[in-house]
């Protein structure tokens, strides 16, 4: 899950790609207005490119990370983001549920609180 991360604070896609299994699924938190759900590793791509489109940078910044029974990992994490444009910065802190299938991320789940993360989870 750290390559991972990692791998999308560098803005290595293929690093990314490579680390996420053939059948991931993501949805960001219901919070966000229109919130994605991605599917497979090509949805991956488009939307690591669409995220190009808007932020100049992006990273996580980990406060703590919980293994969890059934191969799931919680992570709080601050999100920091540069607008292409504006050049202006935002960050905002959200939890994220992964799970893990051999070896590679199956999922990647975004909540606005470790309640709801926990909720989840069970």
């Known amino acids: 899950m750290r390559a991972w991360q990692a791998a999308a604070n ?10 996420t299994h053939r059948r991931f699924e993501m949805t960001e938190a219901s919070a966000l207005p229109g919130a994605a759900r991605i599917i497979g590793r090509e949805g991956l791509r488009r939307y690591c490119y669409g995220w190009a489109k808007i932020w100049s940078d992006a990273e996580w910044r980990e406060q703590e990370l919980i293994e969890l029974p059934r191969n799931q990992i919680a992570l709080d994490a601050t999100l920091r983001l540069r607008g ?36 989840q989870a069970r």
């Open 10 to 19: 560098d803005g290595r896609l293929e690093d990314l790609l490579a680390l």
């Open 84 to 119: 292409l444009r504006s050049s202006i910065w935002v960050e905002h802190r959200w939890w994220y549920l992964f799970e893990i299938r051999d070896g590679l991320i199956l999922r990647n789940d975004g909540f606005q609180t470790k309640e709801e993360l926990l909720e």
